[in-house]
């Protein structure tokens, strides 16, 4: 047995189980979901050699997995799969044995570029997997440093490629060796308590990581391709999302006019623009900004992105379960049950959202939401769409304002691009802002079923500013330059 590798497999005769055997590795990096559906479980670690107690059905193929993801040698014992079950669920319950998965900062002075260096070498050593754990942490360290959003691990044919999605765009950043590829995916997998032994179907996990007395959400997702299983993780960092109102970015004469109709009693306010424009991050700082104690504001959000408790504010959120019959609509109409003062709707999606959303507005509440349109005036065209009648629309309609964000020029570089930046010139980003107060002569038009363009002419005449206006500024003042706005900014019709 001495002369085992990481993950190879004995099988012994059956012996008596125990709840204070199970090691704390074993739970740690083994879902108890997947041990369950397996019918195995660790009944303790010596000499570098994890023993687990399986079902005479469990595969070969799962212990070995499971061995690969211990990171150690493994030998099996059977018993009878009705108390190992008892026992999975046991000593899983049991309180103080839920551990976090916390990513290690690598150790100085080894680089990222080392820890894969030394991860290549050391796949099939006996010393087992540390080089491949710290791997991932480092790349999730340095995600997370530069303020990715995403984090992709992409096998192609002769090598993998590790990408970050860098203020809206994906950077590739390293490239590792396809020998990697099947160990790095499982430790994702690990963290996200999926099926290492299953990599035919696509799996989704989720993970919090913490980072001092940050708290990181890892979304994760595998996915099989022709060259392997790619991973993408997705970083919802709280303190980055959950802005205060002033770090929006909103100028002087943008933020104060949004402002007067969102501490309104009543009224619709939309958020529009593609996805991953900061709508929500919008939304959340609105609530912030007016959810005063004795406000009771309640959401409804497909999914939840992020926990608004966390930042002090009193707020009910619900996340839609279109299996259980919870829809945008359903959800709404039950929040209404609620005696809510301000209701936020993730997306307006279909007729029936938006029809009971516009009544909710016209009834005594604050209604936030999103909307997908290119501009602040095409959310009215949106609507009427939808079939909703244009006199509703121009009676509970307060303000629409269209966002985008666009890439800041990096400072340290004057835009031309250095190692800091990934040679993009770009660090950061700041919000675009188009914002259509709905005022009388606007009501007119929408309630006359005009053209859009007159409607938004009407937006101008009454102090609207276009995204590309906005844009220009930005440019004039060096932060940005002409090509971001185009990319980021449609030519208005």
């Not at 501009?375 to 269209?402: F, I, W």
């Amino acid at each position: 047995m001495s002369g085992q590798r990481a993950g190879e497999v004995e099988i012994e005769a059956a012996a008596a189980l125990s709840a204070d055997r199970v090691s704390a590795s074993f739970l740690l990096r083994v879902p108890r979901d997947f041990a369950r559906r397996h019918v195995l479980v660790s009944q303790g670690r010596e000499h570098d050699a994890e023993t687990l107690l399986v079902s005479r059905k469990t595969s070969q193929a799962v212990i070995h997995n499971v061995g690969v993801t211990l990171g150690c040698r493994v030998q099996a014992l059977t018993g009878d799969p009705e108390s190992i079950v008892r026992l999975i669920d046991q000593v899983y319950a049991a309180p103080g044995k839920a551990v976090d998965v916390e990513p290690q900062a690598p150790a100085a002075p080894e680089s990222v570029d080392e820890l894969i260096a030394r991860a290549d070498r050391d796949l099939l050593s006996s010393e087992g997997k540390g080089p491949i754990i710290q791997l991932v942490d480092a790349l999730l360290f340095e995600a997370l440093g530069r303020a990715a959003s995403d984090l992709h691990v992409q096998p192609l044919d002769d090598r993998t490629i590790v990408r970050y999605r860098l203020d809206g765009m994906l950077v590739t950043v390293r490239e590792l060796p396809r020998s990697l590829t099947p160990a790095v995916v499982s430790r994702i997998k690990v963290m996200g308590r999926m099926d290492v032994a299953e990599s035919r179907v696509p799996q989704d996990g989720r993970a919090t990581v913490t980072i001092g007395t940050r708290a990181i959400d890892l979304r994760i997702s595998t996915l099989p391709t022709s060259y392997g299983e790619r991973a993408v993780l997705r970083l919802l960092d709280n303190r980055q999302a959950l802005s205060d109102y002033a770090d929006l970015g909103m100028p002087a004469h943008v933020s104060s006019r949004f402002l007067s109709a969102a501490t309104r009693s009543h009224g619709m306010i939309l958020l529009t623009g593609p996805t991953g424009s900061g709508k929500t991050t919008t939304l959340y700082a609105t609530l912030r900004q007016v959810g005063a104690g004795t406000k009771n504001l309640m959401t409804i959000e497909d999914p939840i992105e992020y926990e608004l408790s966390t930042v002090g504010l009193n707020v009910s959120q619900s996340q839609v379960n279109v299996k259980k019959g919870l829809s945008f609509a359903s959800g709404l109409r039950h929040i209404l049950r609620q005696d809510p003062d301000v209701i936020m709707v993730g997306e307006i999606r279909d007729a029936e959202t938006a029809r009971i959303a516009l009544q909710s507005s016209l009834t005594g509440h604050l209604v936030l939401s999103t909307l997908h349109t290119n501009d602040a005036p095409s959310a009215v065209t949106r609507l009427v769409d939808l079939g909703l009648e244009p006199y509703l629309v121009s009676a509970s309609l307060s303000a629409v304002c269209a966002q985008r964000l666009v890439r800041l020029t990096h400072g340290a570089c004057a835009g031309l691009g250095c190692a800091a930046c990934f040679q993009t010139g770009f660090q950061g980003r700041t919000a675009l802002f188009e914002l259509m107060v709905v005022d009388d002569a606007i009501r007119e038009r929408i309630a006359a079923v005009a053209p859009l363009e007159e409607i938004r002419q009407a937006a101008r005449g009454s102090g609207m500013r276009s995204l590309r206006e906005e844009g220009l500024d930005l440019v004039a003042a060096g932060r940005t330059t002409r090509g971001e706005i185009e990319r980021v900014v449609q030519e208005e019709t």
